[in-house]
C-alpha cells in the first residue's frame, strides 16, 4: 500500500480526530506542518484566554489553503492513519505474515476506507441518474426554461415535473425547438409536478390518535389530534413508473412510503426526517417510521451516501447527517435487533462519504501546535447554479467575480439545511459573500461527534467486532478532543465556527443557536464548563417570547432573526436536559412551553388549524418569513417536534408556561 498510486489520495479517510506526534510513530506531513506554522501566532487557537475575530485573508488566506490541497493531491501529503497503525506498504507485508490477524485487518480497512474517490461525482453515479440530470441539473433545456420564466413563482416547479419521454428524445426535439413555442414545447414533453406521487393512507395510520392524546384536556387534545390526522396528508407512495422508468423522473425511487415536509416540497428531505421519524413513533406509526429509514438505506446502497433529498438533482449535496440518530431512536424504542443489523452496514458505508478529504470531501485536517485535528465541514460537489433555485442562484452571483464558485458555495449552504444563515457570510448583508466550505461549523461537527458516538453504540449492541466497535469510540473521543481545541471558546462559553484557512474562530457575527448545539452531543464533559455555557445562553438574547431565535442578525435571510425553527427548538431543548443541571433543565422547559405555545396559537388562529415550517420569535403565533421562497405550511418536522413534546411534556405545559 505505502508504493502504490494511490496512498496519500485525498480521498482517503481521515480516521482519528487527533494525531500527535509523541503517541504514533506516522509523521505529520510537511505540507500539513507548513501550514501549522506559517500561521502567524495572533490568528492561532492555542490562547484560550480569548480567539481573535477572523478577516479574510489573515493569516492563512484562501490562496494559500487551496495551494495546501493542491500539495496534497500531487502527493506530498502520503499518509493515512486508521486503526491505530500507518498504513504502509511494509505494515501490510507485516501483518500479511500473521495470517490469523489478516481477516481481521482487511474487514477493518474495508469497513474504514472507502473507495479512492475524490468526494463523490456525476460519474459514479447509474446510468439513468446521468441521463435524468442532463435535463433536470444542467444544460441548455434547463437553462432556457429557468431563464425564460416558463414558471415564474418557482423555480422549483420545472424540475419537479416527470417527463413522458426518454430525456435523450426530449433534449433532442429541444435542440429542433429553436425559437418556437417553449411553453407548448414543455406541455408536450412533461407532465405536471407530484404526479408520479400517489397520496396514501399509512396502514398503520389510526384516525382517533395514539392513547396519550387522551391524558390531554379537550383544547389541547383537539389540536393534537389535528396535527396527527396531517400525517395522512403528508404521506406519499413513489409510482411504479418512477421505478420502472427512473431516467424519466428527476424524483428517486425509494421501496416504502415518504413522508414530505409539505407545501413545495413534494420529496423526502434528509435531516428533516429525523423529527418526522419521532413523531411518527408519537403517533404509533412505527412501520411508516421504519419505512422512511430504510428508504435512506436505500439510497446510500445506489448512490453511497443520503442526498439533501429525493431528488436527482440534490445528487450534489448531502444535509447534516442525522440517519444514525434516526436507527439509533428506532432501535432503542422497538428493540429490532434484525432491523439494526440491516442498517448499520450503510450507516458505516454513510460515515466513510463523511470522512473523505479533497475539493469535495467533507473532512479536513487541522494542524495545531504539532497535532493534526479532523473536523467536518459542509461542501457541495457542484459548480452550476442549483436547480431548483436557479434563477435566484444566477441573480446572487451576477455581480460576483467567480460566479461558479458562489455557485458552489450556495449549494454547500443548502447542504447545511441553514439555507441561508449569516452564520456563512463574509459580509452578513451580502449573499454573494457565502463561503460555507471554508468553515468547520460547531454543530456539524457535534452530529459527528454523535456519529461516532451512535455507531459505537450501535455496533456493540449488534455484536460486532471489537477492532470496529474500539475505532469508532477513538475517533469519537479524538473529535472531542479537537471540538474542545478548536471550537470551544472559553471567553464566551460557546462553540463557533472555524474558519478553516486561517485556524480561528467566527466570533464577530452576533449570537447563534449554533453555538450551544453541542450541549445536545454531551459537551463540554466538565460541570463548569457546562454552568457556563448555560449562563452564556440564558444571557444571548436568543430566548424570546416564541421560541428560540436562530441567530440574533437581522438580514432578511430565513435562517437569521425574526425567526425561529423547530429543529433548533429540539436540539437547543435536548442539548440542556442532557447537561442536566437545575437552570439548564428549567430552560429547557421553558423552551417547550413557549414553542408549544407559539404552534398552538398560530393552529388556533385559522379555521382548518396551520403548522408552519417556521416561527417569528417575537410575536407567539406568527409564521416565519424571509428567504427564497413563501412560507411554507404542513409542516413535517414542525409536526414531529409538536407531538412528541406534547406525548412526553403535555401535561406540565397545560399548566402553563413561562
Known sequence: MGDSEDEGDPGQPLLAGHVNRSTTASPVPAAATAAATSAPSATTISDKRGLHHIQEGQGHNGDDWDQHHARDRAGECTWLHCVGIECSRRTAVKVGVLAGALAGVVAVITLFVPQLIHGHNVHSWPHWANAACDVYCKGDLLDTAQRRNVFPNDSKYFVDMPMYDNPQTVLTDFDNLGDGDLEGFIQRHFADPGSDLDRIDPPDFDAEGPWWLTTLNSTTHSWAKGVHKIWRELTRKVTDAVQARPERHSLLWVPNNIVVPGGRFREAYYWDSYWIVRGLVSSGMNTTAEGVVRNFGHLIDTFGFV??????????????????????????????????????????????????????????????????????????????????????????????????????????????????????????????SIRTSR?????????????????????????????????????????????????????TAQWHDLHIPSKTQVTDHNASASNFIPLWAGLPQHKDAIDAVVRAFEHSGLLQAGGVLTTASTTGQQWDSPNAWPPVQWLLAAGLQTAGTKEALALADVIKCRWLNTMQLAWNKEKDGIMYEKYNAFEPGTGGGGGEYVPQTGFGWTNGVALEWLRLFGTTYEKGCT
Not at 473532512?363 to 485535528?373: E, F, I, P, W
Not at 459548480?383 to 451576477?398: G, K, L, N, Q, V
Open 439 to 491: 468553515l468547520a461549523p460547531a454543530d456539524l461537527n457535534a452530529v459527528m461527534y454523535r456519529f461516532e458516538r451512535n455507531l459505537e453504540f450501535l455496533h456493540t449492541k449488534a455484536g460486532s467486532s471489537r477492532s470496529t466497535i474500539r475505532q469508532y469510540s477513538v475517533n469519537a473521543s479524538a473529535r472531542a478532543t479537537a471540538i474542545e481545541t478548536l471550537l470551544f471558546n472559553h471567553t
Open 307 to 432: 442526498p439533501n433529498g429525493g431528488r436527482v438533482y440534490y445528487l450534489t449535496r448531502s444535509q447534516p447527517p442525522f440517519l444514525s440518530e434516526m436507527v439509533r431512536f428506532l432501535y432503542e424504542e422497538l428493540k429490532d435487533v434484525r432491523f439494526l443489523k440491516e442498517m448499520l452496514p450503510k450507516l458505516d458505508r454513510e460515515y466513510r462519504y463523511w470522512m473523505q478529504q479533497g475539493d469535495t470531501g467533507h473532512a479536513v485536517r487541522v494542524v495545531l501546535d504539532g497535532t493534526s485535528h479532523v473536523l467536518n465541514r459542509f461542501v457541495a460537489d457542484t459548480s452550476d447554479p442549483r436547480p431548483e433555485s436557479y434563477r435566484e442562484d444566477i441573480a446572487t452571483a451576477r455581480d460576483e467575480k467567480d460566479p461558479d464558485h458562489v455557485y458552489q458555495e450556495l449549494a454547500s449552504g443548502a447542504e447545511t439545511g441553514w439555507d441561508f444563515s449569516s452564520r456563512w457570510l463574509l459580509d452578513v448583508d451580502v449573499l454573494g
